[in-house]
């Protein structure tokens, strides 16, 4: 079955300390993949996508994925935290070009003084 | 528009009632997806239309819910006879054909029933 997993439901972390959040999804031939971050009292926006080419995807606010085909990963990093990052991260899937996105169940990101 | 409008974007009705959710996607856009958000839960798929094809419904969680998007532009998800497990944000995206194309989403109806 076509599925996305995100381990943690929440990860706390200490401001400036780096950060990953893991992303798995069920196997498949050819995917596009998205990362999507829900800051407080807000609506979803897009944070990096990977579509083909180099697996480290680059995306706004200092935040890097990558993309790992035999592992069926795509783990959301950042060096160094702030504050303003606290918010809930979605990781997504499509599997091919005219199916729907499936999105895993979130996960909470909070950030410690 | 310049995004996603989605109304009302509170909506308390009655147990038993039926109700109607309003999602008009961005100009152009001919993909329009409607997901579920309860407290504490991720994003669940209810129904994406893309084009003319048929839209893909196995998301609905019980035939209570149908939605239908006229003239491959506005859509509207309805909920016959609400239950309280129906409370939750109802959030709908549009994107442009493609896979390698992000969806943008609205600010949600917050349905609560009551």
């Known amino acids: 079955a076509q599925s996305v997993t995100q381990l943690d439901s929440q990860v706390p972390v200490f401001e400036e300390a780096p950060v990953e959040l893991r992303c798995n999804y069920s196997?498949?031939?050819?995917?596009?993949l998205f990362w999507y971050v829900q800051y407080p009292n807000q609506g979803l926006q897009l944070l990096l996508k990977?579509?083909?080419?180099?697996?480290l995807v680059k995306g706004i606010n200092g935040f890097e994925a990558e993309f790992n085909k035999s592992q069926t990963s795509f783990h959301l990093r950042k060096p160094s935290v702030h504050i303003s990052d606290t918010a809930e991260y979605f990781c997504?899937?499509?599997?091919?070009?005219?199916?729907?996105?499936?999105f895993g169940s979130g996960t909470r990101l909070s950030i410690r003084p | 528009g310049a995004g996603v409008s989605q109304s009302p974007s509170n909506k308390v009705t009655e147990k038993g009632k039926d109700v109607e959710l309003r999602c008009d996607p961005i100009?152009?856009?001919?993909?329009l997806y409607w997901y579920r958000q309860s407290l504490g839960q991720g994003l669940e798929f209810l129904i994406y239309?893309?084009?003319?094809?048929?839209?893909?419904k196995s998301g609905l969680p019980s035939d209570r819910f149908s939605a239908e998007r006229t003239g491959g532009s506005v859509s509207t998800l309805t909920i016959q006879r609400t239950q309280q497990e129906d409370s939750a944000v109802y959030l709908c995206?549009?994107?442009?054909?493609?896979?390698?194309?992000?969806?943008?989403f609205g600010q949600g109806t917050r349905l609560t029933v009551v």
């Open positions: 100009s152009g856009h001919t993909a």
């Open positions: 196997s498949s031939v050819s995917v596009y």
């Open positions: 997504a899937v499509r599997y091919s070009s005219a199916s729907k996105i499936i």
């Open positions: 990977y579509l083909s080419g180099s697996t």
């Open positions: 995206a549009s994107s442009l054909q493609g896979g390698d194309t992000e969806a943008f």
């Open positions: 239309f893309q084009g003319n094809s048929a839209p893909d």
